[in-house]
């Protein structure tokens, strides 16, 4: 028994060794010849591939030898969800791969927006051309501009005052149609369709909301859903959405609580979700609870199963994997860990030419230190959004128990961290 994974980064191993632990077979795809040097070793069979057209790829895996006993096709990219779909509906072995209803209605935000129309978790929003028909007198907390097939944070800006729009919107424009080919719109709207224009000619223009913003992990097993966990995450400053850190649990309210639980079943309920991971992203305050994004994804820059893991003990990566393959898993065990977990995202800042690789010795030596990553390495060449290089690294955290002491703690590890991992410049630009 086989399973493909497309492009999914080499040092993942979580995810190698779920699949080896069901006793899979793995055959991996990439277009670049760096990386199928690196997980040679790792998978059972490597094919290199020109591009990511959906049939050029379809016809490689008729051609191998095995392709009668490959049960899915698996990537973490959000970009590739038309393109994963496509493929594992045209494999001989059904399997539990998400509709494409549902990708359509939650990569397509103003599609998304008018579904969950009769629901009340949408802030005020309409759409627009041109940055002179928006008139942010409508908007008493400035807006939100957001590319309406959306791809993670690429292309969203916040906007407070009038004299930053024009530029901002100009911006967001200008990396639509890159969206557009990275997403595969032909594929998720059909090669014809009036919807792919429109998606590279207009913004969807959302009322900013003031609040606690949160993301929310949510598993799903033949309609069943489970909330895993609400995280809490830093301020992001405008006009970008870099995200710094997450902290799961959120420190909130019970009120706070049921409700962002609440509106997340609601949502998924209404979208029919019924397998899978969704990685949803709110903001809450004492009058409204307002969804901000849906990704069919591991969220925190993939990175999320983490903190799931080290807060709870659940094997978010091992449930993705068996619940694509229609094997089931229980979801109603009673989680025995219950620490509070902390991820911190490595920034660009104002980007450069890397001079030396991030290192901080003083807060590795911290108790609650698991793990770090670094990504990137000297002379290596960062940017910001919205043409953002990649994540440069990643510090993981554990903090025991979940009481006010651990949560203070929690908040000290964040502050040290914000000032020991930093990326040194040779030059900026």
Same mark, same amino acid.
């Given at each position: 028994?086989?399973?493909?994974?497309?492009?999914?980064?080499?040092?993942?191993?979580?995810?190698?060794?779920?699949?080896?632990?069901?006793?899979?077979?793995?055959?991996?795809?990439?277009?670049?010849?760096?990386?199928?040097?690196?997980?040679?070793?790792?998978?059972?069979?490597?094919?290199?591939?020109?591009?990511?057209?959906?049939?050029? @790829?379809?016809?490689?895996?008729?051609?191998?030898?095995?392709?009668?006993?490959?049960?899915?096709?698996?990537?973490?990219?959000?970009?590739?969800?038309?393109?994963?779909?496509?493929?594992?509906?045209?494999?001989?072995?059904?399997?539990?791969?998400?509709?494409?209803?549902?990708?359509?209605?939650?990569?397509?935000?103003?599609?998304?927006?008018?579904?969950?129309?009769?629901?009340?978790?949408?802030?005020?929003?309409?759409?627009?051309?041109?940055?002179?028909?928006?008139?942010?007198?409508?908007?008493?907390?400035?807006?939100?501009?957001?590319?309406?097939?959306?791809?993670?944070?690429?292309?969203?800006?916040?906007?407070?005052?009038?004299?930053?729009?024009?530029?901002?919107?100009?911006?967001?424009?200008?990396?639509?149609?890159?969206?557009?080919?990275?997403?595969?719109?032909?594929?998720?709207?059909?090669?014809?369709?009036?919807?792919? @224009?429109?998606?590279?000619?207009?913004?969807?223009?959302?009322?900013?909301?003031?609040?606690?913003?949160?993301?929310?992990?949510? @598993?799903?097993?033949?309609?069943?859903?489970?909330?895993?966990?609400?995280?809490?995450?830093?301020?992001?400053?405008?006009?970008?959405?870099?995200?710094?850190?997450?902290?799961?649990?959120?420190?909130?309210?019970?009120?706070?609580?049921?409700?962002?639980?609440?509106?997340?079943?609601?949502?998924?309920?209404?979208?029919?979700?019924?397998?899978?991971?969704?990685?949803?992203?709110?903001?809450?305050?004492?009058?409204?609870?307002?969804?901000?994004?849906?990704?069919?994804?591991?969220?925190?820059?993939?990175?999320?199963?983490?903190?799931?893991?080290?807060?709870?003990?659940?094997?978010?990566?091992?449930?993705?994997?068996?619940?694509?393959?229609?094997?089931?898993?229980?979801?109603?065990?009673?989680?025995?860990?219950?620490?509070?977990?902390?991820?911190?995202?490595?920034?660009?800042?104002?980007?450069?030419?890397?001079?030396?690789?991030?290192?901080?010795?003083?807060?590795?030596?911290?108790?609650?230190?698991?793990?770090?990553?670094?990504?990137?390495?000297?002379?290596?060449?960062?940017?910001?959004?919205?043409?953002?290089?990649?994540?440069?690294?990643?510090?993981?955290?554990?903090?025991?128990?979940?009481?006010?002491?651990?949560?203070?703690?929690?908040?000290?590890?964040?502050?040290?961290?914000?000032?020991?991992?930093?990326?040194?410049?040779?030059?900026?630009?």
């Amino acid at each position: 028994m086989w399973l493909v994974l497309l492009e999914t980064n080499p040092n993942f191993e979580d995810l190698f060794r779920s699949i080896k632990n069901l006793n899979f077979k793995i055959l991996y795809l990439t277009t670049s010849l760096e990386i199928f040097k690196l997980v040679e070793k790792q998978a059972d069979e490597v094919l290199l591939i020109s591009s990511y057209d959906h049939f050029e @790829i379809l016809s490689r895996l008729k051609l191998f030898k095995y392709f009668n006993s490959i049960y899915g096709v698996y990537g973490l990219k959000d970009c590739f969800l038309p393109l994963l779909y496509f493929l594992n509906i045209n494999l001989m072995n059904k399997n539990n791969f998400y509709s494409l209803d549902l990708i359509l209605n939650t990569k397509d935000k103003l599609k998304m927006r008018k579904r969950l129309s009769q629901l009340p978790y949408n802030p005020h929003y309409s759409i627009a051309t041109k940055s002179d028909l928006i008139d942010l007198n409508e908007y008493i907390n400035g807006i939100v501009l957001k590319p309406i097939l959306g791809y993670g944070s690429i292309g969203v800006e916040k906007v407070d005052a009038a004299k930053d729009l024009n530029e901002a919107f100009n911006r967001s424009l200008s990396v639509l149609k890159k969206i557009n080919h990275s997403v595969n719109s032909k594929l998720l709207y059909g090669k014809n369709s009036e919807d792919i @224009i429109f998606s590279e000619k207009a913004l969807l223009i959302e009322e900013r909301i003031l609040g606690i913003e949160v993301s929310v992990e949510v @598993i799903a097993q033949n309609g069943h859903l489970k909330i895993l966990g609400i995280c809490g995450k830093s301020e992001m400053q405008a006009p970008f959405f870099e995200e710094v850190s997450y902290q799961m649990p959120a420190l909130l309210s019970e009120t706070y609580k049921k409700r962002i639980q609440t509106a997340a079943k609601d949502i998924l309920n209404e979208l029919n979700f019924k397998n899978g991971i969704a990685h949803m992203e709110f903001i809450i305050n004492d009058s409204q609870t307002t969804l901000l994004d849906i990704g069919l994804r591991i969220g925190g820059s993939g990175l999320s199963h983490n903190l799931v893991y080290l807060s709870s003990g659940f094997n978010l990566v091992d449930f993705s994997i068996r619940n694509l393959l229609g094997l089931e898993i229980a979801m109603d065990i009673e989680l025995t860990v219950n620490d509070i977990s902390l991820l911190f995202l490595f920034q660009i800042e104002k980007g450069g030419i890397v001079a030396n690789p991030i290192t901080n010795q003083s807060i590795e030596d911290e108790p609650e230190f698991v793990t770090s990553h670094i990504f990137i390495k000297k002379g290596d060449k960062l940017t910001g959004y919205p043409d953002h290089s990649g994540l440069p690294g990643y510090a993981l955290f554990k903090v025991n128990n979940r009481d006010d002491i651990s949560y203070k703690r929690a908040e000290q590890l964040l502050l040290k961290s914000k000032s020991c991992y930093k990326v040194q410049y040779e030059e900026s630009f």
